[in-house]
């Protein structure tokens, strides 16, 4: 049992989903930083920054509809990665083990609203009593309590006790069943993109997307090299179309 490690999963998963102040909330929740953190415990980040990128994949064209969480890849970060820095699983496989925790994320998250009720009829009460000390506490205090027991608590457990118990299953699984994890996993990044070009799939974007694709298919050119082209074409775009509104 790690209880460095228990306690670095935790903290990670707290302030990944623990939204105090919006600046950084989608950095610190992302997989691929969970998985640099990871790895520089480690002393693997590469691997841990590759594996992350691969379970960002997943969740790539995940949308929050009306701030309700469809899945938690925090949790599924925060819970495979040690796993697969530990064992030494390849990303695909390390996504695989990583999705079902993104759907233990979700009640998780269902627990923390439901709590938060109790805080709102509580802080009604304050303010009609005209105290905002226990307006303050309501609002704020009670809640970070709550989260930390929903969010800090059980990651700490399930990474403590859970990690080794994992480790265990995966050295008694015979190869064909990894290795259809990592067929599985291979499979998962690739729905990832499949919501973003429904989510993007306009007729008239479609055209970039291939460009981009080709290009660093066939052009080979690395991954900044593309970002740069696309927000150059990205501002060509708009100025076209500022300038067409313009003239209009």
């Known amino acids: 049992m790690d209880i460095t490690l228990a306690v670095l999963c935790g903290f990670l998963y707290f302030i990944g989903t623990n939204r105090v102040g919006y600046t950084l909330s989608s950095v ?9 953190c990871l790895g520089l415990y480690f002393d693997q980040v590469a691997t841990g920054l590759s594996i992350g990128a691969s379970i960002q994949l997943v969740y790539l064209g995940v949308i929050l509809t009306g701030g309700n ?12 990665l040690p796993v697969a820095l530990k064992t030494g699983l390849d990303a695909d496989a390390a996504v695989a ?43 704020f205090l009670y809640p970070e309590l709550m989260t930390v027991v929903l969010r800090f608590v059980p990651v700490f457990i399930l990474t403590l006790f859970g990690t080794d ?21 291979g499979i ?16 008239k974007l479609m055209p970039y997307f291939f460009i981009g694709f080709f290009a660093v298919q066939y052009l080979g050119i690395n991954t900044m090299a593309a970002a740069i082209f696309g927000a150059c074409i990205s501002l060509l775009v708009i100025f076209n179309l500022t300038k067409k509104e313009g003239t209009e």
Do not use: E, H
């Open 69 to 80: 969480l469809p899945t938690d890849a925090v949790l599924a970060a925060t819970i495979a």
């Open 97 to 139: 083990l990583a999705v079902p925790f993104g759907v233990l994320g979700v009640f998780l998250d269902q627990m923390r609203r439901t709590s938060n009720s109790i805080w709102v009829r509580m802080g009604d009460k304050c303010a009609a009593q005209g105290d905002t000390k226990g307006l303050w506490r309501c609002a």
């Open 165 to 185: 118990a994992i480790i265990k299953i995966l050295d008694v699984l015979p190869d064909w069943v990894i290795s259809g994890f990592s067929i599985a996993g």
């Open 188 to 203: 998962l990044p690739a729905m990832g993109f499949a919501i973003i070009l429904l989510t993007i799939g306009k007729p």
């Open 28 to 36: 610190l929740g992302s997989p691929i930083f969970i998985g640099f």
